[in-house]
């Protein structure tokens, strides 16, 4: 993979989220992909459950968001992507956001995790009070 190409695929990710349904989603991962949507949640395997995860967590197709990238790194078939995501409009929920993307040779992906990071919320391991 080279940075034109994680490019592609990020794009390609917009779409499937803004299409109905979830088909388009063979054209973005392998049918045995594993999706991490947090550090520390546990590991969505395979494209059905994908699908089923995608279905769950989106508004649907005409869910209003603006989202922009930044490749910051390709070794391999390795990537590492910075995304910002602003819903609604007027915005209501923004998330900064670092994907880790492992590739298939055929360019779909193989393993994404995500590092959502949004306003708000604490990012060091003290409690809130502290």
Request: overall charge negative; aromatic content about 14%; charged content about 30%.
């Amino acid at each position: 993979m080279d940075r034109e190409q994680v490019a592609g695929w990020v794009a390609a990710y917009e779409r499937a989220w803004r299409t109905p349904g979830t088909d388009v989603l063979a054209e973005v991962f392998t049918q045995d992909a594993t999706y991490l949507q947090s550090p520390y949640e546990e590991t969505v395997v395979g494209l059905p459950a994908i699908a089923r995860m995608w279905e769950e967590t989106r508004d649907g197709p005409d869910e209003v968001f603006r989202m922009t990238s930044d490749v910051v790194a390709v070794d391999g078939d390795t990537a590492v992507v910075r995304v910002e995501v602003y819903y609604g409009d007027p915005v209501h929920q923004e998330y900064r956001d670092l994907w880790v993307m492992r590739f298939a040779e055929d360019g779909r992906c193989r393993a994404f995790e995500e590092w959502p990071f949004w306003p708000g919320r604490s990012f060091t391991a003290q409690s809130d009070g502290n």
